[in-house]
Nanobody, 122 residues
Framework: QVPLVESGGGLVQAGGSLRLSCAAS????????MGWFRQAPGKEREFAAA???????RYADSVKGRFTISRDNVKNTVSLQMNSLEPEDTAVYYC????????????????WGQGTQVTVSS
């Protein structure tokens, strides 16, 4: 089990920034690939970013150049720095853990946090 707890969501104006954090419990955090997904009302959960256990990253085209994922394997945390936010980024953001690197489908991830709301006003 890898319990995950997200924080850092909120309301921001378009063009602004937010930093999401995800705290994990357990001794095996460093061995998991970590991902951030988001789900807007009426839409499917979609991949935003992922980071491997050793720091390799990948991003969805929609966030590339604006979002940065990072992790701290000592503190058991993964973060998502979101810049140049757009109203289209409004969604509930979820942190997730997977045993395998390179996955971008929600069903492929093993553990999930409860989500944190991000709202971007125009």
């Amino acid at each position: 089990q890898v319990p995950l707890v997200e924080s850092g969501g909120g309301l921001v104006q378009a063009g602004g920034s937010l930093r999401l954090s995800c705290a994990a419990s357990g001794r095996t955090f460093s061995s998991y690939a970590m991902g951030w997904f988001r789900q807007a009302p009426g839409k499917e959960r979609e991949f935003a970013a992922a980071i491997s256990s050793i720091g390799s990253t990948r991003y969805a085209d929609s966030v590339k150049g604006r979002f940065t994922i990072s992790r701290d394997n000592v503190k058991n945390t993964v973060s998502l720095q979101m810049n140049s936010l757009e109203p289209e980024d409004t969604a509930v953001y979820y942190c997730a853990a997977a045993r395998t690197w390179g996955l971008s489908l929600a069903r492929q991830y093993d553990y999930w946090g409860q989500g944190t709301q991000v709202t971007v006003s125009s």
